[in-house]
């Protein structure tokens, strides 16, 4: 009798660790998808990884994202590219900016203006010949994001530079 208390024990102990495990490993994904794995002041982590869009070669779209047709057009002619794409999925805003602002760096994309105006975030980067306006707005729990690229205006970097024509 003795012998079969000690053994239940055992396997109470057993059923019990196994279950703190079980419940740990469903608990532990939760947690870093809400951020509460990472302690103050820790470095973000990479926000997202890109996959490659044909006609947006140099410009990423985070995983999970799918193209929106209705909502969006393109024109390719040699190297001259109008874009305006429109993607939706499921990555907050917050950290899809970061994720622009990374991966746009490393792409050879200048952030030259960003704004943040009622939940919706705008980014405009230059490259040596086009601009990319990149907007991130809230749509029903998803994430939509708008991608306009089109060519440099031409001239605008000589006409920024002038001064104004005094007038007689």
Known sequence: MNARWVSSSVRHRLVAGIAVIGVAVLILPACESLGLS??????EGP????????????IPVPTGFR??????????DGHFRV?????IGDMERA?????YKEYMAA??????QERFDRGIYDMRFDSDTEECLIRLRPQNRKTVIVVDLGPLPRGSAEREARPAVPRP
Do not use: I, M, Q
């Open 107 to 112: 792409g050879g994309w200048t952030l030259r």
């Open 95 to 99: 950290p899809l900016n970061r994720f």
């Open 83 to 87: 874009v305006r794409f429109e993607f």
């Open 47 to 58: 926000t997202a990884s890109a996959v490659r869009h044909p006609t947006l070669d140099d």
């Open 67 to 76: 193209l929106v047709d209705d909502h969006s057009v393109s024109r390719v």
């Open 38 to 43: 990472k302690s103050p002041g820790s470095p």
